[in-house]
């Protein structure tokens, strides 16, 4: 089983910043990609950024240029840098992680999941 927590919500002004972290703990040895996704609510949980074990990065294109993804495997922690949010960036921020050969932002393909961390962004 692996354990995800995600830390470093809250509220942040538009042209600012604020960095995301998932902890994850467990059976870590052979997670092949690690993700953050986001929702509203009545809206579906969307994909933002992930990163595989090599280091490479896919975006949402609506965050694309603005949010860095990055990861630390020695301390197994994953990090979202949030560079320039809009207010539509605010939503619930979840971490996802999976032991798939491949790297997606769908949902249904990450088997685990943190609780989630609030981002609210105002202008």
């Known amino acids: 089983q692996v354990q995800l927590v995600e830390s470093g919500g809250g509220s942040v002004r538009t042209g600012g910043s604020l960095k995301l972290t998932c902890q994850a703990s467990g059976d870590t040895w052979n997670l092949y990609c690690m993700s953050w996704f986001r929702q509203t609510p009545g809206k579906e949980r969307e994909g933002v950024a992930t990163?595989?074990?090599?280091?490479?990065?896919t975006y949402a294109d609506s965050v694309k240029g603005r949010f860095t993804i990055a990861q630390d495997t020695t301390k197994n922690t994953l990090t979202l840098l949030l560079n320039s949010p809009k207010t539509e960036d605010t939503a619930m921020y979840y971490c996802?992680?999976?032991?798939?050969?491949?790297?997606?932002?769908?949902?249904?393909?990450?088997?685990?999941w943190g609780q989630g961390t609030q981002v609210t962004v105002s202008s």
């Open positions: 996802a992680a999976d032991r798939n050969s491949y790297c997606s932002l769908r949902p249904s393909d990450f088997r685990y």
């Open positions: 990163i595989d074990t090599d280091g490479y990065t």
